[in-house]
């Protein structure tokens, strides 16, 4: 099955930093990366998602990219603010089911 | 659009004991899925039904996990005994597409979870 690892674990920033997130997935079948943001007791909330077709996608200040041939993909976020302080978990997908394999997660710290 | 509601929050049951947790989803939702998130962790699939018919159960620990969907809608996920290793967040999430669990069109959405804790 899908193996997806995910570093780092923890990640600190000051606020206005840029923080990035990286997975790598096994399965070379996989074409959907989504990944989620849940904060401190609540649910996971899909932030933003790719498919293999494309290398890069950007909303806002978060932009995800994917390099097919290494199996990797990283969230990036720009100016950083407090309020994106939670947990990023990647996640990939096998193409037909579109059920995801979750990475272990990130816990992103921005200091004000 | 209401969400998908989850009772109880919290649990808190000693080793050996049963436990039951309950799942609404999204009206119309033909598919429901149980998720296990333990502390530090992803989320891990144990269930997923469409409709009141069960599609993969692959990690379901089965000789003590069980999970119903009689009438389609509503879902029970229950763990008899537990042990201590089955404290965590239990997730449920729900689409209106089967197979098309995570697609932001299709509205893959989350509860808020069940926190289990086994002592």
Same mark, same amino acid.
Not at chain 1, 15 to 30: F, L, M, N, Q, R
Not at chain 2, 39 to 61: A, E, M, R, T, Y
């Given at each position: ?112 | ?49 469409? =409709?009141? $018919? ?11 996990? !069980?999970?119903? /969907? @009689?009438?389609? *809608? ?22 209106? =597409?089967? $197979? ?11 509860? !808020?979870?069940? /926190? @289990?804790?086994? *002592?």
């Amino acid at each position: 099955g899908e193996n997806v690892e995910q570093h780092p674990s923890t990640l600190s920033v000051q606020e206005g930093d840029s923080a990035v997130i990286k997975c790598t997935y096994s399965d070379s079948a996989s074409n959907y990366f989504p990944w989620y943001k849940q904060e401190l007791g609540k649910r996971p909330q899909l932030i933003i998602d790719i498919r293999s077709n494309v290398g890069e996608k950007k909303d806002q200040r978060i932009a995800v990219t994917l390099n097919k041939t290494a199996k990797h993909f990283s969230l990036h976020i720009t100016e950083t603010q407090p309020e994106d302080s939670a947990v990023y978990f990647c996640a990939a997908s096998p193409p037909g089911s579109y059920i995801p394999t979750f990475g272990r997660g990130t816990s992103l710290i921005v200091h004000p | 659009e209401a969400g998908v509601a989850q009772s109880p929050r919290y649990k808190i049951i000693e080793k050996r004991q049963s436990v039951a947790f309950w799942c609404n989803p999204i009206s119309g939702h033909a598919t429901l899925y149980w998720y296990q998130q333990i502390l530090g962790q992803g989320p891990k699939l144990l269930i997923q039904f469409q =409709n009141n $018919g069960v599609v993969d159960d692959s990690q379901l620990p089965k000789d003590r996990f !069980s999970a119903e /969907r @009689l009438k389609g *809608v509503d879902s029970t996920l229950k763990i008899q005994p537990a042990k201590l290793e089955d404290s965590a967040v239990y997730l449920c999430a729900s689409s209106s =597409n089967p $197979g098309q669990g995570v697609e932001r069109t299709y509205g893959y959405t989350f509860g !808020s979870g069940t /926190r @289990l804790t086994v *002592v």
